[in-house]
C-alpha cells in the first residue's frame, strides 16, 4: 500500500503532537492540519512545512498573511484517515459520514458512545481493524490502560484503586480558567477514569477518585491493586513493568524526585514530550496481603501521541500490534532511555 494520507482536525495540544509524530513515520504522508484561529500556530506550521486548511473564514488568515491551502473539506476529501484533535463534542463524525472512505479517530474527551470502540495499543489492537471510527481513550485511561494490562498478564488483577492529581492546565494555556490555590475533587464514586477503564478492559475491576491540582505539567496517579497471585518482591515489579517500552521506570535515586525533572528531562531530549508512562521504582511496594501500591507519573500531552499513530495502523490493518507499536516507538525514541538504563545495570529487561 502506499503511505496512508492522514489529516489532523484541530492543531491545539493534541493535534500538534499527532502531526509531529506522523510526519516521523514512513508509511505515513501528513496531507495537512486545520486552524480555526488564524494565530502563530499558523505560522509553527508553516516552519515546519505543514499545510494548512482553515475550519473558519479564510479571509480572516488572509488578513494576517497566513498562508492557507484550502478547507476543511478539501483535506478530508484529500486524506485517507484524519485524526479528530478538536475540542470534545465538537460533532464532525456527521461530516465525516459524508466521505465513505474516510476513517477518523477520535480523542478521550469525546464519549466512548461517539464510536462505540474506544482503544488503546496494549489492550485491543487486533480489535480495531476495520473499524471506521475509533477512539483513542484519554491520557489518565491510555496510562491506566498500559500499566495494568502489564500487571494483568504477569499476576492477574483483582481489584485497583487510584487516586488520581490532575493537572489544572496544560503549560501553554496561560490565561485559561486554571486552578491556582486549591484542591478540587471531582464529586463523583467512581470517577470517570474507572469507567472508562472498562471501555477498554471490561474485566477489569477498578474504582478511582479524581480531583484537579493546582500544577500544570504531569498527572500523577496513587494505585492500589490487589493481585491474585503475590510478586517476589517491588523489584521483581519494575522489571515486569519495563519490559513495555511504553513505561518507564525512574527513581528517586536518579534524581527524578518530582515531575518536574522529567519534565525537564524530556525538554532536552525529545521536545518536552514524556511518550512513557513514569513508574517510581522506589515507591513500589507490597503489603502482606499482597497488594501492589506504586506512583505513576502521567505527561497528559504526549502519552496518546504513540496510540494514536498506532490506531491509523489499526483500523487500517497495515500492520499487526507488534509491529506498529515497534515502529512508532523507534520513531518517537520511546524506550530509548531505558535501554540505556538496562544495559547499564540498573534495570533487567
Ligand atoms: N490536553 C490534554 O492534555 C489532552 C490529553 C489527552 C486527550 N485530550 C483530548 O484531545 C482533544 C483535543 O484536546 P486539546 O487539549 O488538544 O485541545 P486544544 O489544545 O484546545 O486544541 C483544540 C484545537 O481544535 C481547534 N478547534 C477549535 N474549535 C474547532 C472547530 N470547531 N473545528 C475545528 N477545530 C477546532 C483549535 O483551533 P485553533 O487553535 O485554531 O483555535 C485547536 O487547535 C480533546 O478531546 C481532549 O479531551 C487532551
Known sequence: MDKVRVAVNGYGTIGRRV????????????????????????????????????VS???????????????????????????????????????????????????????????????????????????????????????LCRVLSQIDGVYGVKKVRVAIARRSVDPGEGRKDGLLNAWEPALEYPSHHAVDVKTVMPKINIVSLAGIAPMTIMHGHMMFVELMSK????DEVSEMLSVNPRIRVISGDDGFSTTAQIKDYAESL???????????????????????????????????????VDAIRAVLGIACAEDSMAKTNSSLGIGRKLNRLVSEKRIVA
Open 231 to 234: 510478586p517476589g518482591s517491588s
Open 57 to 143: 473564514d479564510k479571509s480572516a488568515f488572509d488578513v494576517k498573511g497566513f498562508s492557507v491551502e484550502g478547507n476543511l473539506m478539501e483535506l478530508l476529501d484529500a486524506s485517507d484517515v484524519v485524526v479528530d484533535c478538536t475540542p470534545k463534542n465538537s460533532a464532525y463524525i456527521e461530516l465525516y459520514r459524508r466521505f465513505p472512505s474516510l476513517f477518523a479517530i477520535f480523542q478521550g474527551g469525546e464519549k466512548h458512545s461517539l464510536t462505540g470502540f474506544s482503544f488503546n495499543s496494549n489492550c485491543n489492537y487486533s480489535r480495531a481493524f476495520g473499524m471506521k471510527y475509533a477512539r483513542v481513550v484519554s491520557c489518565n485511561t491510555t496510562a
Open 19 to 54: 502531526a509531529d509524530a506522523v510526519l516521523r513515520q514512513d508509511d505515513m504522508e501528513l496531507v495537512g492540519v486545520t486552524k480555526a484561529t488564524p494565530d502563530f500556530r499558523c505560522l509553527e506550521a508553516e516552519e515546519k512545512g505543514i499545510r494548512v486548511f482553515s
Open 270 to 308: 525529545n521536545d518536552g514530550n514524556t511518550y512513557e508512562v513514569c513508574v517510581w521504582k522506589d515507591g513500589i511496594g507490597i503489603d502482606d496481603d499482597g497488594e501492589l501500591g506504586m506512583h505513576v507519573a502521567i505527561d497528559q500531552q504526549a502519552d496518546v501521541i504513540p496510540e494514536n
